[in-house]
């Protein structure tokens, strides 16, 4: 039988609302829409589809947010992973989409924390930043881009002395500054969007690991302990999930991403290190990132392994990056340290698409879940309804699968990562 995992020891779970256990699924049900995954794919689904009238049971293996929406960066920022390959693949009509969803998620996730008065230290503003000429010019791009698309209105592109009024480093050359990104307390977010489902009349049932799926017109989820019944499912298991390999086993990779949180800095230290609050990612391909948080820590994460490896000494990885970036914090304490496993297609675009017309997906947002899980939510629930969104589109991207992944997938792309890091330290 399992045994539900609580939360892993971090800054988030140490400074989390007070939210109740759920209950264990120990009976049948019936349900407009099942839902495996308790992250923000599966809550956000859960949430949307609720407002619009359905009855909707969520089901979750741990805790609401065990996995990396209860652990990640905390940063919401604008766009999709992989979106060159998307247009690339699919042309206009993925172009048309990218740019009308650009700042959607942060849209959608602002309207929630007004309408249901959740409290997660949101802030805006965010920046990436470049280490080289050939990752500025790209950062120059993408503003073009934008100004040419409408979007101009909010990202400044910053040189090296401009950046450091926003940054107080010399590592970078420049960056692009985005007043329409935004950064968070993730777990507090779900959190209150789960509370806000609740209230809405979604069941949330905690420590219920689904063993299986029966696919037809009215699919049935397993459990150990009982079932759910409904005309659709929803699988929101990102990295964690193993369930339906057939369709996507092999096509995602898990990461593996660490972070540390600092002991607060005071208000003086911290406004001397980022005065203007942003949350701060580099253009590395893999990369690192920081922000404050709301008590004035700086929380800093990055070091990504692909070779199944876990990290002994998280503090003693990450801690000399950051004072490498920030000299002012050597004598700092590092007062949190703790990793977890996000989702990486190898092109970067998220699996997002249906196993049958009953049975939809989303993982592999490959870094930029906060965002984009709330506009999938919103994509599911209008799919079920029957109007057209961007499901289809996602469905029809080709994916590149890994031949037995579980054994070769790991070490061939810690072998492709390297490569790249590489290509980081190189600047080409």
Known sequence: MQTKQDHTPSYYAASAHAAPERPVLNDHLEADVAIVGGG??????????????YSVVVLEANRIGWGASGRNGGQVLAGWSGESELVKQLGPKAEDFLWKTRY????????????????????????TVAFNAKQMKALEEEYADCVEHGAGDVLELADGPQLRRHAAT???????IDRRGAHCHPLNLLLGEAAAAEKNGVQIFEGTRVTEILH????????ENGSVKA?????????????????LHGLMLPAKTYVIATEPLGDELAHELLPDNLAICDSNWVLDYFRLTGDNRLLFGGRCT??????????????????????????????????GVIG??????????KI????????????????????VGEMFADAIRGKETGVDLFDATRHFRIPAADTIGGPMLALGMTWYRMRDALGV
């Open 356 to 375: 049958s017309d009953h049975v939809f997906y989303a993982q592999g947002y490959a870094g930029h879940g906060v965002n984009c899980s709330h506009i």
């Open 40 to 53: 923000f794919t599966g809550v956000c689904s859960a949430l949307s589809l609720a407002e619009r009238g």
């Open 231 to 247: 005309k659709h499912v929803i699988l929101a298991g990102n990295a964690y999930h193993l369930l339906e390999k057939t369709k």
């Open 104 to 127: 959607l998620g942060n849209e959608i996730v602002e309207a929630r924390l007004q309408k249901y008065d959740i409290k997660c230290d949101y802030t805006h503003g965010a920046a």
């Open 344 to 353: 990486i297609p190898l092109n970067r675009v998220p699996l997002i698409g």
């Open 216 to 223: 037809g017109s009215s699919p049935a989820v397993q459990t």
């Open 306 to 339: 692909y070779s199944n490896r876990d990290i002994g000494d998280i503090e003693g990885e990450l801690a000399p990056r950051m004072r490498k970036i920030f000299p002012q914090l050597e004598n700092t304490k590092v007062d949190f340290g703790w990793g």
């Open 170 to 176: 010399d590592a970078y050359i420049g960056g692009l």
